[in-house]
């Protein structure tokens, strides 16, 4: 199977008037971690848009041997590469986020983007304030040292397994540790996940939670994901209750963090691009 090239817009050969697909992946990963989505959603006729974080367009390989582009990745500064890969488009997308692309994804339809979206085990945005024991537990090798503030932070493959995986077989997850893992960067753990409900004003990932006027927004989440658990997805998605914009929540009961991307991954394409057309095209008239 051909794999398209990490970081780089890949786009159907056939033409549709189905709004294009933004796929945005989230930490230790790289858009290679679409690659499966990508093909499938192309074999349908879809556009695939496939953006990274600004530097991390080389492979995962080459990202390995420069940890120093990940140390010093910064979410403003992603944020509008994502906004101008959007804004360029001539149609309104349909945006999915993975983990911290979920927060991307949340702060892209906050700016009024998208035609729908779909948040996948998503990390959250400023203001869910919920912490399970399992997430603390993933999170643990960069927060166990300050000085990881200003470093590239990896896992070994055993806090892999358990942090993304923990559903598959080790070797299994080994396997999609050695195609798909890079460092992430350890200020974002930090500064999004642990202090940003502490400072006083609105930080980087802030979203307006009543705002009406945005694309219909699912929440997917793995039943037994460690990193980003069920219980921050129902939180999250709680936090627009007060909007008169469409917020859902599904839930796959067994699986992972790595909800995309374990056997079985289909079903979650499928219910995911279903969900997102069927709310586009609403939300169009």
């Known amino acids: 199977m051909a794999v398209p090239p990490t970081g780089r817009n890949v786009m159907s050969e056939e033409t549709t008037n189905a709004p294009p697909i933004v796929l945005i992946h989230g930490l230790w990963m790289t858009a290679r971690s679409w690659d499966h989505w990508v093909e499938r959603y192309r074999s349908k006729g879809y556009r695939v848009i496939v953006p990274t974080y600004p530097g991390f367009e080389i492979e995962v390989e080459g990202l390995r041997e420069k940890p120093e582009i990940i140390a010093e990745a910064s979410v403003p500064e992603t944020l509008d590469h994502l906004t101008d890969v959007i804004e360029d488009l001539d149609r309104s997308p349909i945006i999915m986020g993975h983990s911290f692309g979920g927060t991307f994804t949340q702060l892209l339809v906050n700016s009024g983007l998208g035609s729908a979206a779909v948040v ?15 997430q603390i537990k993933s999170l643990f090798p960069v927060l166990k040292n300050p000085a990881n503030r200003h470093r590239a932070v990896g896992f070994t493959k055993e806090q892999f397994h358990y942090a993304f995986a923990n559903t598959c077989s ?5 396997e999609a540790y050695d195609r798909l893992h890079i460092p992430a960067p350890g200020h974002w753990v930090w500064a999004y996940g642990l202090v940003a409900n502490l400072k006083p004003g609105h930080q980087d990932t802030w979203v307006d939670f009543d705002l009406d006027d945005r694309a219909p927004l ?4 793995g039943g037994k994901d460690h ?3 069920p219980s ?16 859902e929540t599904y839930e796959f009961p067994d699986r992972s963090h790595f909800t995309g991307g374990e056997p079985g991954w289909e079903q979650v394409a499928d219910y995911a691009l279903d969900w997102a057309t ?4 609403e939300r169009q008239g």
């Open 227 to 229: 990193l980003m658990p």
């Open 232 to 247: 921050v997805q129902r939180s999250n998605a709680k936090k627009y209750r007060n909007s008169e914009a469409i917020t």
């Open 218 to 221: 699912l929440f997917i989440t």
């Open 120 to 134: 996948i085990d998503s990390a959250p945005p400023e203001g869910v304030r919920v912490n399970p024991p399992s």
């Open 278 to 281: 069927s709310h586009a095209q």
């Open 170 to 174: 080790r070797e299994e997850s080994d």
